[in-house]
């Protein structure tokens, strides 16, 4: 295992940068020079300081320590973005199993649903959401989730429906075993591969939806250090403040990258149909 | 094939009607007061009232959903709370210019994607492959606002090489007025004729496309790439070049033939996640497109504009879909028969 | 309606009119257009013009930086003399204790319908400005009747003392125009708001473009009173740029030649350009932060204000703003700069919550704020406000909504819906502060611009006294307005942030321009110099 991950460089620089990132998120307070500026504090006197040893990334409009935001900033969409793949698989996984094991009704009835679904891209609808709701990152993360959950109800029903016809499967229902035993004991665990595979795809993707749609005004509100918010507000300034807007866009660029990288390792690694000769 | 033509487009409808369902639903919770918007900055109590009865805000439930309904099939949207117009003639002005940028995106992502995907499975592992599989996820993992704001900035303030925003340069209305047929400046100008204005227009889209199309053109360079891999392992490819075919044609022309299909198969992916990328980079450019109207319609709480607007990018998303399933069962029988 | 003017990054259409005659300045690449050679003077502003209708009698918003120019009113005010001059009177009297007014008009004037001015059509258009009841109509509520002995002479009979030379200066509502154009009666009001115009001013409509970048094109009236010798712009073009850094670009390159508004930093960078000059005048324009009186106790209130940074905001603001005293503007009668208020004491405001049961350690206060979209002032003003008041365990849930948004929530019939601290700027409907007092503090039922939703029966009291002591005794006035505004202080039904300090940027090669607080942002092209 650990020869199969030096070997593939992708899981590694991926999964490197995306440990840094969790470290920066756990341990923002102690690394943050200003923590106090990633809330409310604000310290006008200070606006639109240029990058210099004592605000390594300058300051924003209202004086706040960009480096300290950016730094808060790994606590916030990267997490948001795992709480909402973690509700998409909670609502996806049970019905797409459903789906996909019992068939039938159950599996054209939810089929259906995903499909209109997934009819929005998923930017889309969240906007809608976002539009006629209070803008917070609680409405965004239920948003997403909303549009994302289709995707592993479709995989998921998929392995589910694979497994379902096999001999050994109808040989524990023929012994009397319960449905339930079976779903748990034999199906699921055929879906977890490939379930993290694609949560690691997603990642960077639902990174991204989250910063545009905090960009956009709907998400994340101030003073929360999101980097796309942080991205918006320094838009206006941008021509004589270019740090307001480089370095929280940068960090939102990195962690994407991060994620991308290791899904994609994972999938080339974890993929049976791949042969590790290159 | 005709059956599969039926299920087809009987699935598509009824994921149409979910989907009209849901703006509705999302139209239903306002807050704010639309009725007053639409009054008007002067309206007296009695005249809101008025409007909350011309807006059919009083009516029970049931009512409403079916007048919807029957609107959407007729045409009838609804109208716009903050500019007072029709949503759906409203969607018919801004929709050719995102279109317009959109289409420019993809062109510009695909003739981008594949010979670097090409490139990359013709010579793996070497250091060009690297170059070309780092920018691709580069592509797909980049925040099209942060870099739209970065290149107007390089390109357009600082090295003053591209023109910063709009679609074309007002003066030229004057001395080479264009004339509008599809509302897209670029096509107007190339069937009219009008030059001048046809490189301001090309001149303007440069920056939104290219920031709009380093998204496909990281997705179509990766599969096209994976594609490309795999298909050259297979038997016959592997007999065309024991024929002695020069590789540049194995690859460039049989290889390729095989590699269509995942590229059809994702394109109404990639259209859909670049139509809403346009949607962030409209407001930096000033591009006068859906984007930009559904930026004005969230600041003045215009529930009717985003549902239709909501509205008309799902119909686009599953019509393409649509369209791209049914060219796909037609070339592989493997898809109809499943 | 006080705008929602100054937003910064309203994304608007963009008015850059007529540049038939500029065909040159293209491509960004291209160096400044010659500044002279243009005959067309394009203001850049933010958020779109005509948005309250091309109707002089009820218009109350930004469409007076384009119906300025097509406009003209009976006096005008000087700011450099601090007097009111002529401009449709020539001249005027008055007698009776200010009760009787006489104004001799202007020979030679004509509409742009083609009719002359004469005092029966100047009555009829006060008449009708009076009757329609919009816009600053107020101004007028003195008079009783109109006489017309000739047709070059108006006399005013009014029911109380009004210094109605003063209010004919108006910025709003005080616009002589043709009431017989497009038919009269009724249908005058439908003509107008076809894009047309019935002014005597030295513009004229040409087109309107609703929504679009290029908004309004106005075109010279060539039988204008004033003449047209020398060199004067032919056309005024509006065009409406939502992003600040494209309206920077834009007068670089000298395709428009005016800015309205930029963020500060975007302004400063504009030095040491010597194609470009820097305007920055101090106003009569304030930013007012109204706190909702009904859901907030007094305690609660004062609170509030002492929590404020209001040197940090003015220091965010960098040259934008400058520190208030009271809620009338310096350059105002009335204005005193020694009053007490916004001052910044998290201690006191701290135990002002105590009392009602808030602050740090105690129950959390929840507020909504909402502000004007596109305004990157006000959003900085929100954001501090935000940060001061967590501080004290006060949490502000700040939205930004369009004006007419913003506006028509505040309004809103449902109580529970209205906002507790609403930003919106107000200036003076002329050269004085009663404005402040009749719209924003007087009791208002339904509320219109009183967005406190504040009823004080002895300031109202105070508000009826204070126009006819305008006209006949002005040390009067200016204690009555002082006690208004420590009433005001005390009550805190609101509070002025900061006064707006107007940074405007012009083609260097323009000349003639001279700010008129009285005239926000109004630029009267007509005197200029290309």
Redesign the interface.
């Known amino acids: 295992m650990i020869r199969l991950l030096k070997a593939n460089q992708l899981i590694t620089a991926g999964g490197l940068i995306v440990l840094l990132i969790f470290v920066v998120a756990v341990f923002a307070p102690l690394l943050a020079p200003y923590p106090a500026d990633a809330g409310s504090a604000t310290h006008p006197e200070n606006a639109l300081l240029a990058p210099s040893l004592t605000h390594l990334f300058g300051t924003d409009q209202v004086g706040r320590d960009v480096f300290s935001r950016v730094l808060y900033g790994a606590r916030i969409s990267p997490v948001i973005a795992l709480v909402v793949l973690l509700l998409a698989c909670a609502a996806g996984v049970p019905l797409g199993v459903a789906a996909g094991y019992f068939g039938g009704a159950a599996d054209e009835v939810i089929m259906r649903v995903t499909d209109v679904f997934l009819a929005f891209p998923s930017l889309l609808l969240a906007l809608a959401f976002v539009a006629v709701l209070p803008a917070s990152l609680t409405v965004v993360t239920i948003a997403i989730a909303i549009t994302w959950w289709p995707w592993y109800a479709r995989l998921i029903r998929g392995q589910a429906a694979s497994v379902a016809g096999r001999p050994y499967v109808e040989a524990c229902r023929a012994l009397g075993i319960p449905r339930w035993r079976i779903l748990l004991r034999h199906v699921l665990p055929n879906s977890v591969t490939p379930l993290i595979v694609q949560v690691s795809l997603d990642a960077g993707g639902v990174i991204l939806t989250i910063s545009a749609l905090s960009f956009l005004g709907l998400g994340a509100q101030d003073p929360v250090p999101e980097w796309g918010l942080m991205v918006a507000e320094g838009e206006n300034y941008f021509t004589t403040g270019w740090w307001l807007v480089t370095f929280p866009g940068l960090a939102i660029l990195i962690t994407a990258l991060a994620f991308n990288l290791l899904g994609d390792g994972l999938r080339d690694a974890l993929d049976p149909r791949r042969l590790p000769a290159r | 094939m005709t059956r599969y033509v039926i299920r087809r487009v009987a699935l598509a409808l009824v994921v149409v009607t979910g989907v009209v369902i849901l703006t509705f639903v999302i139209a239903g919770v306002v807050p704010g007061d639309p009725a007053a918007t639409w009054a008007g900055p002067h309206a007296s109590a009695a005249q809101v009232a008025r409007a909350r009865q011309y807006l059919g805000l009083n009516e029970p439930l049931p009512v409403r959903i079916t007048r919807y309904f029957g609107g959407i099939l007729t045409g009838d949207w609804g109208v716009s709370v903050h500019t007072h117009n029709p949503v759906l003639s409203d969607i018919g002005t801004a929709a050719p210019a995102t279109i317009e940028l959109v289409i420019a995106a993809l062109i510009i992502g695909a003739a981008a994607g594949i010979p670097l995907g090409l490139a990359a499975a013709r010579w793996p592992g070497s250091i060009l492959d690297h170059v070309i599989r780092v920018g691709s996820v580069l592509g797909v993992s980049m925040p099209v606002f942060w870099l739209a704001l970065i290149l107007q900035l390089v390109f357009a303030q600082r090295l003053r090489m591209l023109p910063v925003a709009g679609q074309y340069d007002p003066n030229l209305m004057f001395s080479h007025p264009l004339v509008t047929r599809t509302q897209m400046p670029v096509v107007d100008s190339l069937i009219s004729g009008n030059w001048p204005m046809l490189g301001s227009t090309l001149s303007h889209l440069i920056l939104p496309a290219l920031v709009v199309a380093t998204y496909p053109a990281g997705v179509v360079a990766r599969i096209t790439r994976a594609q490309l891999l795999d298909t050259l392992g297979e038997t016959h490819v592997q007999m065309v070049r024991s024929l002695g075919f020069p590789e540049r044609t194995v690859v460039g022309t049989f290889a390729m033939k095989l590699a269509w299909n995942p590229v059809a198969a994702i394109l109404a992916l990639v259209f859909a996640y670049s139509l809403v990328n346009t949607f962030l980079v409209e407001s930096i450019f000033d591009w006068p497109g859906l984007g930009s109207y559904a930026a004005a319609s969230v600041a003045t709480l215009d529930t009717p504009a985003i549902a239709g607007i909501t509205l008309f990018v799902a119909i686009v998303y599953v019509a393409l879909n649509l369209v791209v399933d049914l060219v796909q069962a037609a070339l592989d029988p493997r898809i109809r028969l499943s | 309606?006080k705008r929602h003017r100054v937003g910064?990054?309203a994304?608007g259409a963009?008015l850059?009119s007529?540049?038939?005659a500029?065909?040159?300045?293209?491509?960004?690449?291209s160096t400044q257009s010659s500044k002279a050679a243009s005959d067309v003077f394009t203001y850049d502003t933010t958020s779109p013009v005509m948005?309250?209708g091309w109707d002089p009698a009820?218009e109350?918003?930004d469409g007076i930086i384009a119906m300025s120019q097509m406009y003209e009113t009976l006096t005008h005010y000087n700011p450099a003399t601090h007097t009111i001059e002529p401009e449709l009177a020539t001249s005027w009297s008055s007698a009776d204790g200010a009760k009787t007014w006489t104004f001799h008009l202007r020979q030679g004037v004509y509409f742009h319908t083609g009719r002359p001015m004469t005092a029966q059509a100047a009555k009829a258009a006060i008449m009708r400005t009076i009757k329609l009841g919009?816009g600053a109509a107020y101004i007028w509520g003195a008079v009783k009747t109109i006489d017309t002995p000739d047709a070059s002479t108006l006399v005013f009979h009014l029911s109380y003392p009004s210094a109605l030379a003063l209010e004919a200066s108006a910025d709003y509502s005080a616009f002589i125009y043709d009431t017989q154009a497009g038919g009269g009666g009724n249908g005058l009001t439908s003509w107008l708001n076809a894009a047309h115009d019935a002014g005597t001013g030295p513009y004229t409509a040409q087109t309107w473009n609703k929504?679009q970048?290029?908004e309004v094109i106005l075109k010279s009236f060539p039988r204008y009173w004033g003449g047209w010798t020398g060199t004067h712009f032919t056309k005024v073009v509006f065009r409406v740029?939502?992003?600040?850094?494209?309206a920077?670009?834009?007068l670089r390159s000298g395709?428009v030649s005016f800015i309205e508004q930029i963020?500060s930093?975007?302004w400063?960078?504009f030095n040491g350009d010597s194609a470009i000059t820097l305007v920055s005048s101090p106003s009569w324009q304030n930013l007012l932060g109204q706190l909702n009186s009904k859901r907030l106790s007094l305690p609660v209130r004062q609170a509030i204000l002492y929590a404020i940074?209001y040197k940090?905001?003015i220091?965010?603001l960098?040259g934008a703003g400058v520190a208030s005293s009271g809620i009338i503007p310096p350059g105002l009668p009335g204005y005193f700069s020694n009053l007490p208020g916004n001052s910044y004491d998290q201690a006191k405001a701290a135990a002002l919550l105590k009392q009602a049961g808030y602050g740090p350690g105690r129950k959390a206060l929840n507020l909504s704020l909402t502000y004007t979209?596109?305004d990157?002032n006000e959003?900085?003003v929100?954001?501090?406000i935000?940060?001061?008041l967590?501080?004290l365990n006060v949490n502000v849930?700040?939205?930004?909504?369009?004006w007419?948004?913003q506006?028509?929530?505040g309004?809103?019939?449902?109580a529970a819906?209205r906002q507790d601290i609403f930003l919106e700027y107000w200036w003076p409907d002329y050269a004085d502060p009663y404005s402040w007092f009749a719209n924003t503090l007087e009791t208002e039922n339904?509320p219109y611009f009183n967005l406190s939703y504040y009823s004080n029966a002895s300031l109202d009291k105070m508000i009826n006294q204070v126009e006819p002591l305008v006209a006949t005794n002005t040390p009067a006035a200016n204690q009555l307005y002082r006690n208004m505004q420590m009433t005001v202080v005390q009550q805190a039904p609101l509070t002025a942030l900061y006064n707006v300090n107007y940074q405007y940027a012009m083609l260097s090669g323009i000349t003639g321009l001279q700010v008129n607080p009285a005239y926000p942002n109004v630029v009267f092209t007509y005197r200029l110099k290309p």
């Not at chain 3, 740029?241 to 494209?246: A, E, F």
Request: aromatic share 4%.
């Open positions: 309606m910064l990054i994304a963009v850059v007529s540049l038939a500029c065909g040159g300045s293209a491509s960004p690449a948005v309250d009820t109350y918003s919009g929504g970048e290029f740029v939502p992003q600040d850094t494209t920077a670009q834009l395709q963020n930093s975007l400063s960078s940074d940090g905001i220091a965010a960098r979209a596109g990157s959003q900085i929100a954001t501090i935000k940060s001061d967590a501080a849930s700040a939205q930004s909504l369009a007419p948004t506006w028509a929530k309004k809103s019939s449902n819906q339904p």
